[in-house]
Structures are given as structure tokens and as C-alpha cells.
Nanobody, 124 residues
Framework: VQLQASGGGLVQAGDSLRLSCAAS????????MGWFRQAPGKEREFVAA????????YYADSVKGRFTISRDNAKNMVYLQMGSLKPEDTAVYYC??????????????????WGQGTLVTVSS
């Protein structure tokens, strides 16, 4: 299984950016797919997820209304559209896959497969 995250970069506050996660060895529609991030000196945290059953989406309060997670089953890809970016969004962003139940969709330890991360830097 491989998850390849891409799309990070240096942007200004207020800009938008789309992250992509290409999956191989698993089918994204069969897993809860999540995005997590880790800022410098901080612990990794949940950002967003899309459920394997029904495709429901879930967000951390800090990104709700600004970020949108989606998936393309045909391309076996997951995306994170980020808008109104803030300096505090600066972090390495990781995509991950979990076979857990819906109630655990934001539980990081249950995500078995992880990508390598892509760096997003938001300047003020």
C-alpha cells in the first residue's frame, strides 16, 4: 500500500491550495480516508476525513468552512481543498487510510496506512 501526498507549497494568507493523495494497493472508497497535519513543535492532529460508507465528511473545528475533503473513486484519489489559509495552517499534511468504524474516523491511531506528507507554508 502506498499513499502519495502532493500539492503543498508556499502561499500567502488568504490563498487557496489543493492537496492530492494518490493511493495504490488499496481502494479509497473502501477505507475512511483522512488528512492530518503536524505543525513545527506540535503533535499531529486530525484535519478532515471522508467515510468509506456513504462518503460523509468530517472536519476539525479549526478548518470547518475553509477546507473541503473529497475523493475520486475512478482515479483512486483523495483531495483536500484548502481556502482562506492562515499562518496557523502551516504544517506537514499527511493523508492516511483507516478501516475503522465511523465513530473512530478522527482517531489517528486507527489509521493504518500513511503517506509521506507534504509541506504547506502560509506566510502572513
Amino acid at each position: 500500500v502506498q499513499l502519495q501526498a502532493s500539492g503543498g507549497g508556499l502561499v500567502q494568507a488568504g490563498d487557496s491550495l489543493r492537496l492530492s493523495c494518490a493511493a495504490s494497493g488499496l481502494t479509497v472508497r473502501s477505507y475512511n480516508m483522512g488528512w492530518f497535519r503536524q505543525a513545527p513543535g506540535k503533535e499531529r492532529e486530525f484535519v478532515a476525513a471522508i467515510s468509506r460508507s456513504g462518503g460523509g465528511t468530517y472536519y476539525a473545528d479549526s478548518v470547518k468552512g475553509r477546507f473541503t475533503i473529497s475523493r475520486d473513486n475512478a482515479k483512486n484519489m483523495v483531495y483536500l481543498q484548502m481556502g482562506s489559509l492562515k499562518p496557523e495552517d502551516t504544517a506537514v499534511y499527511y493523508c492516511a487510510a483507516s478501516a475503522g468504524v465511523l465513530s473512530t474516523i478522527s482517531t489517528m491511531v486507527l489509521y493504518k496506512y500513511w503517506g509521506q506528507g507534504t509541506l504547506v507554508t502560509v506566510s502572513s
